[in-house]
């Protein structure tokens, strides 16, 4: 056993733009915790003048430094798959990985941003009415929360994108994978607000850098609850026009701790100490 923990384990996220990324002081800071020399490293795409056509290249030269796994985040949740050998009943559902464990020479596609979204979601708003959510994005996030929250019970969804096809797209998937849920795409938000128990926010609106509300916040009514993705800042401006409202709210910060939770799980098959991941967590956003 002393062997294994001496032995350092080597882990990585590919993106493009994640310098500001919280995920590998989580794993190493974690790591450290368990007694085990745990390094965690970031393959910016911008930073080393590469695109997602270079995965193959990427994936390669991780295995030959023997990392036990990658986290995958945009633009390369989807594009990653045809590089896979397996993929997770989840990862297929969704088409997209966000955990890739490389183990025996194989790579085994894993999705944690659906569970991660789900546990939060439990924990933070337990008495959230899920008769009917409105979810705005239909992205790579969006795809993950909708899966979590018609996985915890939700009986209506109805589905908002710039790009209506994208969430027509992702109401037909999620209709497929949860046949006795109402799933829809619109491009009425009014409409849909006013017959919603609660707000999912999947899209990158009220980041550092992409500043704002992303719908009038005169929608937003004291009943409805609110749950946010984006962690950075933490409360965002919708999350603060919820809340003046008198909104139950959930900030992004418990999906990006729980992905790591599930991911720490995958990589290192040990148990994370939840509670001291959140602690850490909101030291680094305080």
């Known amino acids: 056993m002393?062997?294994?923990?001496?032995?350092?384990?080597?882990?990585?996220?590919?993106?493009?733009?994640?310098?500001?990324?919280?995920?590998?002081?989580?794993?190493?800071?974690?790591?450290?915790?368990?007694?085990?020399?745990?390094?965690?490293?970031?393959?910016?795409?911008?930073?080393?003048?590469?695109?997602?056509?270079?995965?193959?290249?990427?994936?390669?030269?991780?295995?030959?430094?023997?990392?036990?796994?990658?986290?995958?985040?945009?633009?390369?949740?989807?594009?990653?798959?045809?590089?896979?050998?397996?993929?997770?009943?989840?990862?297929?559902?969704?088409?997209?990985?966000?955990?890739?464990?490389?183990k025996d020479g194989k790579r085994f596609g894993h999705n944690t941003d659906w569970w991660g979204f789900a546990e939060s979601f439990k924990r933070g708003l337990p008495d959230a009415d899920?008769?009917?959510?409105?979810?705005?994005?239909?992205?790579?996030?969006?795809?993950?929360?909708?899966?979590?929250?018609?996985?915890?019970?939700?009986?209506?969804?109805?589905?908002?994108?710039?790009?209506?096809?994208?969430?027509?797209?992702?109401?037909?998937?999620?209709?497929?994978?949860?046949?006795?849920?109402?799933?829809?795409?619109?491009?009425d938000i009014t409409s849909a607000m006013e017959t919603t128990s609660g707000l999912i926010h999947a899209t990158p609106t009220g980041m550092a850098k992409y500043p704002g509300m992303p719908l009038p916040p005169d929608l937003l009514k004291p009943d409805h609850w609110v749950a946010e993705i984006v962690y950075f800042p933490l409360e965002t401006t919708l999350l603060k026009k919820a809340k003046e409202r008198g909104c139950k709210v959930l900030n992004g910060g418990g999906m990006a701790v729980f992905q790591a939770v599930g991911a720490f799980r995958l990589f290192t098959g040990r148990e994370p100490d939840v509670g001291r991941m959140i602690?850490?967590?909101?030291?680094m956003t305080a």
């Open 2 to 102: 002393a062997e294994t923990l001496l032995k350092p384990l080597k882990a990585a996220l590919i993106g493009a733009g994640i310098q500001a990324s919280l995920t590998p002081a989580m794993h190493m800071v974690e790591g450290a915790a368990q007694g085990i020399r745990y390094d965690y490293e970031l393959i910016d795409l911008n930073q080393i003048g590469r695109t997602p056509e270079s995965l193959p290249d990427l994936l390669r030269d991780a295995e030959a430094r023997g990392l036990i796994g990658l986290n995958i985040t945009h633009p390369c949740k989807q594009l990653v798959i045809p590089y896979l050998d397996e993929l997770s009943e989840e990862a297929r559902a969704l088409g997209a990985v966000n955990t890739v464990v490389l």
């Open 130 to 187: 899920l008769q009917a959510a409105v979810q705005l994005g239909a992205g790579g996030a969006g795809v993950a929360t909708a899966y979590a929250i018609l996985s915890l019970g939700l009986r209506t969804l109805t589905v908002v994108d710039r790009e209506p096809e994208r969430a027509e797209q992702l109401a037909e998937s999620m209709s497929v994978r949860f046949p006795d849920a109402t799933i829809s795409a619109s491009s």
């Open 279 to 283: 602690r850490h967590f909101e030291t």
